[in-house]
């Protein structure tokens, strides 16, 4: 039995969700035909309070419009330094959209209002890249699962509409925040312009992103996904992956969340582990006290078949997700104790 630990991607759909999905009634989503499809569409719309939400392959792709909706080549977006449309999609804000990024060093892959309106370059200052959209990813993956206080992103909100910027958010693990923070889907519709949302991560989905936001910015959503060539045809096979996993897989995150927890705090007692982050979420990040025996303790860990990430920079990471049972946290918890 192999115990992976590297991210909540790599989750198999359950026979459930198989299921659904072999039942499906499908059509060609490219004529906007396919029911699965539209069906999760409007559910995710209405979730979210928004009137417009569109299906991708991947949440690399719903961000990667979403920045092109917003921004015109050579304009800048505003994100995190651990931001994933930063360091994850390839390249594609330059690649896709003609855009750079304007990093800012946050704590734990979050900034603050201040930092945004520091970071804005003035309008008239032609020298300079015009500043078109902020992006927050909550929960943020590189910080560890963290968080975002609510009161801060409505705070950005409001430099935002000060300045004429959109705001966009990377919810690919909205979920988790959702059920590990008070606030509803509804308030974050009300908050920003458009929201990508993952349902292959915690949620246990083979495939399957989706763009979410307002009526104007959305309506060119449909060309920019055929340009990025993911207009896709009966597809409504893995929209019933993800309405199954609306269904079954939101609510019980707070296993994951409570595992997560778990693991945080045998690793926080090991003598050779310099540092856990706070854990919030579904994701531990930790340092070894001697950055040098990284790869030594990935052999271990491999050599008794438990697979974790190595995110560079002495940092490593563990993520708890769908296929990770009782009895695997049992083993690996016992196994972590007795290194
Ligand atoms: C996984 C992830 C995405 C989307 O990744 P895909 O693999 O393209 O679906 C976007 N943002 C964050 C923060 C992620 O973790």
Redesign the pocket.
Known sequence: MTIDLRSD?VTKPTKGMLEAMMNAKVGDDVYKEDPTVNKLEERLAAMFGKPRALFFP????A?QTALKLHTNPGDQVICDSNA?IYH?EGGGASFNSGISCKLLQGERGMFTAEHVIEAINPPDFYHSPLTALVEV?NTA?RGGGSCWDFEELKKIRTVCNDHNLGYHL?G??IWNALVAKPETAKDYGQLFDTM?V?L??GLGCPVG?VLIGDEDIMQNALRIRKILGGGMRQVGYLAAAGLYALDNHVVRLAEDHQKAKEIEQVLSRLEFIKKVEPVETNIIIFELTDKKNDTQFLKIMDDNNMRISNMGNGKLRVVTHLDYTDDMHDKFLTFLKNI
Not at 58 to 61: D, R
């Open positions: 991607t991947t949440g690399t792709m961000n994933h994850y990813e993956n990377d690919a693990r990508s993952c292959s991560k992103s």
